[in-house]
């Protein structure tokens, strides 16, 4: 078709310590540095998302892994088959608005001397 284009996917999984999942197609043309565009992410619960931006969370780039379009179908199958909600995607917002602050404040902490005691 005339005016199509070809987006260069990448499809991961992220397992998170607590055991929970998600399952997630990025777009790896997108220019901008500072969110993730992702056309789809599920999580294990059945919550859906559709076209968001997400910040870069760096936290758990270490736990995602990359999966074949295959494998990403077959486990999207399967956990649809419990039922899908739509994601609440301004409460991923606070979660990393929330992790952001942290970070602002771990980086910018100031060492305050102890103050000597004035005794009378």
């Known amino acids: 078709m005339k005016g199509e284009k070809n987006v260069n996917l990448a499809y991961l999984k992220t397992v998170f310590p607590n055991g929970r999942s ?4 990025r777009n790896l043309d997108d220019p901008n540095t500072e969110l993730h565009h992702f056309i789809l992410v599920l999580d294990d619960h059945g919550q ?9 969370d760096e936290d758990n780039e270490p736990l995602t892994t ?11 199958r399967e956990w649809r088959l419990s039922g899908i909600s739509m994601g609440d995607s301004s409460a991923i917002a606070e979660v990393f608005a929330q992790k952001q602050m942290r970070r602002q404040k771990q980086q910018h902490v100031v060492q305050v001397s102890p103050v000597s005691q004035v005794t009378m």
């Open 66 to 76: 990359i999966l074949s379009e295959k494998q990403f179908w077959r486990v999207f």
């Open 22 to 25: 998600r399952i997630m197609m």
């Open 48 to 56: 859906l998302w559709v076209d968001v931006f997400w910040p870069i």
